[in-house]
C-alpha cells in the first residue's frame, strides 16, 4: 500500500498546565500542504476534542488519514482513538516509538477515583499495539532501523503499519506529518510561553 494522498499528524508540546497541539497536513511526497493548532489541558482530559477542533478548524475534506504522535500526551490526557475516528470519519492510528508493558501501571500511580476510572476506560478502549518492521537499514548497514509501535482505529492495522512505513522518510524514524508536527507543536508551545 502506498501512503494515503494526504495525512493529517498531530503531536502534542507541553508546558506547565497547557498542551500545544500542531497539525500538520503532508502530501504523499513530503510536502507539507497545511497547518493548524489547538490545545489541551495537561493532566485533563480534553485531548481527543481539541484533536477533533483542530480537524475541524482545518476544514480539509482532502485528508485521507490521520495519525497520532502516541495515545497519552499531556501527562496521561488519553486520546480516545474510537471517538476521534467517528468524529473525523478518516482512518485513524497512534504511533509510537518505543517498547511498553502499557500504561495502565502508571495511570494506577497518578490518578484514583473517577480521574483513574474515565482514563482506564479510554485507555481500555483502544485496540492492542502492534509492532511495525521499518524495512531498510539502521545507523550503520549491519543494524535493522527500530521498529515503531501502531494503534489503529477505521483501518486494518497491516494497512495503516504500510501507510505509516510510506511516511517515514530516509534518515528518520518518525512518519513526516508527526515529525512535522512535533516540530510545530514545540514552536507554538514556546511562541505562547505561559506568564
Known sequence: MTPP???????????????????????????????GFDACTVGGTDATDAAIALFDDLGREDVRHVAVAGIAPAW?????????????????????????????????????????????????????RARVERGGSGPTVSDPPEPVFVRAVGIETDEAAAAVRGLIREGFRRPEPLRVAAIAASAHREATTER
Open 76 to 128: 496521561f490526557n488519553v486520546v480516545d482513538l474510537s471517538r476521534l475516528r467517528d468524529a473525523v470519519n478518516r482512518p485513524v492510528y497512534a504511533v509510537s516509538y518505543e517498547e511498553s508493558p502499557g500504561l495502565e501501571p502508571a495511570l494506577r500511580e497518578a490518578f484514583d477515583g473517577e480521574a483513574l476510572a474515565q482514563r482506564l476506560d479510554a485507555y481500555r478502549s483502544l485496540p492492542p
Open 5 to 35: 494522498s494526504r495525512t493529517l499528524g498531530i503531536a502534542f508540546s507541553d508546558g506547565d498546565r497547557t498542551s500545544r497541539l500542531a497539525g500538520a497536513i503532508v502530501r504523499d511526497d513530503g510536502t507539507l500542504d497545511g497547518l
